[in-house]
């Protein structure tokens, strides 16, 4: 399996579990020139903006770890431009990481 396809599978884990966690999920890979969310959910009046690390063969906290701070500013940019047409109460930024150890989610990641 290629780095994108591990990526897409872990997306795909992610939202499950968002799912799971009830949260609604209203889109996944929202592309901007500046950046991309893996997924955008909703938790009651909350909007989530999610991104997922995959690090299958790697330890618990390696992939939030690569949630560095220009990262962090490409996710802000991405958010801000989805919350011009798109109302919100409160956002809220998580990171979803996938590993070998299982699924982490950390809210309020940033």
Excluded at 10 to 24: D, N, Q, S, T, V
Excluded at 55 to 73: L, S
Excluded at 83 to 101: G, K, M, N, P, Y
Aim: no cysteine; hydrophobic share 40%.
């Amino acid at each position: 399996m290629n780095i994108h396809e591990t990526g897409l599978l872990g997306e795909l884990r992610a939202a499950r579990y968002a799912k799971k966690m009830g949260m609604r999920i209203l889109e996944k890979r929202y592309r901007t020139a500046h950046g991309e969310i893996d997924i955008i959910a909703r938790e009651g009046d909350t909007l989530v903006m999610i991104e997922v690390k995959s690090r299958p063969r790697g330890r618990m906290g390696e992939g939030a770890r690569a949630v560095n701070r220009q990262k962090q500013q490409h996710l802000r940019f991405a958010a801000g431009q989805y919350l011009d047409t798109h109302a919100a109460s409160a956002v809220r930024f998580d990171v979803i990481e996938i590993s070998a150890a299982g699924i982490r989610h950390i809210k309020n990641a940033f």
